[in-house]
C-alpha cells in the first residue's frame, strides 16, 4: 500500500507566496519522476512542475520563473515553492509520483486547495 499526502495548501493575496509538501508512504522500493499538477473549476488538471531522481526539473510556461519543485530523497517528499501568486494559480494541487511497487505504478495524492484572492 502506497499513500501520498500533500499539505501547505489554504488562502493567499496575490504576490504571496505557499509551500507544498507532498509526502510518500508505505511499500516504496523506488521512486522515479515526482510532480504537481492542478485543477481549476470547469477545466482540465495540468502539469505544473515535474522532478527527476537525478534532479531534472520540468515547468508548466505559467509558472516559470515564479514556482520552484525540489525533492528530498530521503524523505520520499516532494516540495513546490510557489511565489509571485496570482490569482488565475487558484486550483485543487495534486502530488503525483511514480513510484516501484512489485512494478511502476503511477499513485496521486488527494489533493490541496490554494486560494489565490486579488
Known amino acids: 500500500q502506497v499513500q501520498l499526502v500533500e499539505s501547505g495548501g489554504g488562502l493567499v493575496q496575490a504576490g504571496g507566496s505557499l509551500r507544498l509538501s507532498c509526502a510518500a508512504s508505505?511499500?516504496?522500493?523506488?521512486?522515479?519522476?515526482m510532480g504537481w499538477y492542478r485543477q481549476a473549476p470547469g477545466k482540465q488538471r495540468e502539469l505544473v512542475a515535474t522532478?527527476?531522481?537525478?534532479?531534472?526539473?520540468n515547468f508548466a510556461d505559467s509558472v516559470e520563473g515564479r514556482f520552484t519543485i525540489s525533492r528530498d530523497n530521503a524523505k520520499n517528499t516532494v516540495y513546490l515553492q510557489m511565489n509571485s501568486l496570482k490569482p488565475e494559480d487558484t486550483a485543487v494541487y495534486y502530488c503525483k509520483a511514480r513510484i516501484y511497487n512489485s512494478g511502476w505504478y503511477n499513485y496521486w495524492g488527494q489533493g490541496t486547495q490554494v486560494t489565490v484572492s486579488s
Open positions: 522532478i527527476t531522481n537525478s534532479g531534472s526539473t
Open positions: 508505505g511499500s516504496i522500493f523506488s521512486i522515479n519522476t
